[in-house]
């Protein structure tokens, strides 16, 4: 997997995270190559990648930021992981990852991509595993409202 | 994004042909983004007669509810019946209804492809206030 394709996701990821919060405190952390399975932080945004590439994004991150970061973009404060708080980081991830789509879309030359709606996993002791490839892209973003692991395991379609 | 007390009913879309609020539809797969959108309407004095969450039930909702609206959003990305499909079924049933694509797919050829379909305009996520007010203007008085 090219180290190119994960940048727009990073990129939408901080982007968007200040947009919906403004003030919101966001590092980048350091690229990893992560071997699957991995370990989950325990709220896991599944979004498949399909037409001239394939592959998953996986925004990654534990209970408590999830729902710190639904709060915040709702504008209120959400006692525990409801429906609210799932549906509001679904649809973080889904408009991180259109908006990176986008980005990608430019990136190369005007390949077509499509995204899945995204699927919310939670649990504790999950692990990411991948049918596809055994390595996932791995960049932290560190916010003041805990951290988020975005995985990425994209290639061209053959 | 999310609206605030301070700069509510700033901003007013008016009243339509009827000299009523225009009746809209939102669509959209995300609770989150309903009640993001419903509230900016209603804050622009526009009345959300109903909503959906899939292109299946957003083509059900014409059915039933498309002589009464003046302008429907649709997301694109979204379970059951994706909104470019949702589009063309809903423009065969109600050819002169205005619809806003919202999605956060602003992909070049996705947004040609919408417009191609008979869209009015499109307004990519994560959008600001101002931004949906501004194309809906254009939608509605264009």
Redesign the interface.
């Known amino acids: 997997m090219k180290a190119e394709y994960i940048n727009p996701f990073v990129t939408s990821a901080i982007s968007t995270l200040k947009q919906f919060i403004p003030g919101m405190e966001v590092n980048r952390g350091k690229l990893a190559v992560s071997s699957a399975p991995s370990q989950s932080l325990g709220t896991a945004t599944y979004i498949g990648i399909s037409g001239d590439l394939e592959g998953r994004v996986i925004y990654d991150m534990n209970r408590v930021t999830a729902v710190k970061i639904a709060s915040e973009m709702n504008g209120e404060k959400i006692p525990g992981l409801n429906e609210l708080v799932r549906s509001t980081i679904q649809e973080l991830g889904n408009i991180i990852t259109g908006n990176a789509s986008a980005k990608l879309h430019k990136q190369l030359d005007g390949k077509h991509i499509d995204i899945t709606p995204p699927s919310l996993i939670v649990g504790e002791d999950m692990e990411i595993s991948d049918s596809i490839s055994d390595k996932y892209l791995q960049v932290p973003l560190e916010t003041n409202l805990g951290n988020i692991i975005i995985n990425v395991n994209i290639k061209e379609s053959s | 994004?999310?609206v605030?007390t301070d700069d509510e009913h700033l901003l007013t879309l008016g009243n339509n042909e009827d000299g009523e609020p225009f009746k809209c539809a939102v669509v959209d797969?995300?609770?989150?983004?309903v009640?993001n959108l419903v509230r900016m309407l209603e804050s622009f004095d526009a009345e959300v007669i109903a909503t959906a969450e899939n292109g299946k039930e957003a083509v059900a909702l014409v059915e039933e509810h498309g002589d009464e609206l003046d302008f429907l959003t649709l997301d694109i990305?979204?379970?059951e019946m994706d909104g470019l499909t949702a589009l063309e079924e809903i423009l065969k049933i109600e050819p002169e209804l205005k619809v806003l694509m919202v999605?956060?797919?602003?992909?070049?050829?996705t947004v040609k492809e919408s417009v191609m379909k008979g869209a009015k305009h499109f307004v990519?996520?994560?959008f600001q206030r101002e931004d949906v007010f501004n194309r809906l203007e254009k939608v509605l008085k264009g």
């Open positions: 994004m999310v605030t797969d995300s609770a989150f983004m009640k990305t979204m379970p999605s956060a797919m602003g992909q070049e050829d990519v996520k994560p």
